[in-house]
């Protein structure tokens, strides 16, 4: 990948699944260290590693903390919580004191929340349409997001996951 891809070119990682969705946070530095080791070898062309959490993840504010505390240094960290208990001043405080971006998520079963807890900031854009058939942005929609982002932290790193029809592809170009 480090061969194939342009000088600057920067690419992110979904964190391992085992993380996110079997131990649910606890007990992963030793994922965490092996996963993170893999990754040294592109250097620079490393960017965030994002981690979503399943909606049936119960606000757990200890694990959070202790997955925090054991994440490797020297990496970009991202969160994307998908129930509305996570969204509250201790995520937010756990986040900021480890430099951990919170993903503001555009879809149609969340609420949109636009809190930076670091200095840099991440986005997922699935669309609002229940029917995933139909998340085709409009220009309008697009323009209302480059608001929402241009106050954000930079970097912003924006990712379109609506890609049936090659939607994300047409909507990140627009």
């Known amino acids: 990948w480090d061969e194939r891809t342009p000088d600057r070119f920067v690419m992110a990682f979904r ?35 994002g981690f979503q959490m399943p ?14 505390e054991t994440l490797p240094s020297g990496f970009k960290y991202a969160l994307e919580f998908r129930s509305e208990p996570w969204y509250n ?3 937010y405080e756990l986040l900021n004191k480890h430099n951990v971006a919170l993903v503001t998520v555009s879809h149609s079963s969340m609420g949109i929340h636009p809190v930076y807890p670091a200095d840099w900031s991440c986005f997922r854009m699935s669309g609002h349409n229940p029917d995933y058939r139909k998340n085709d942005y409009t220009r309008a929609e697009l323009m209302n ?17 609506n890609e049936y ?3 994300s592809a047409k909507n990140a170009n627009t």
């Open 15 to 49: 964190g391992p699944r085992e993380v996110s969705h079997v131990r649910r946070l606890g007990n992963c530095a030793d994922i965490m260290d092996d996963f993170c080791r893999r990754l040294e070898v592109l250097g620079d062309k490393v960017g965030p590693i």
């Open 89 to 91: 001043a201790q995520t």
């Open 165 to 167: 029809s090659a939607y």
């Open 55 to 68: 909606e049936s993840a119960r606000f757990d504010p200890v694990a959070l903390r202790a997955f925090l």
């Open 145 to 161: 997001w480059r608001g929402i982002i241009g106050h954000a932290p930079k970097p912003a790193y924006i990712y379109f996951n």
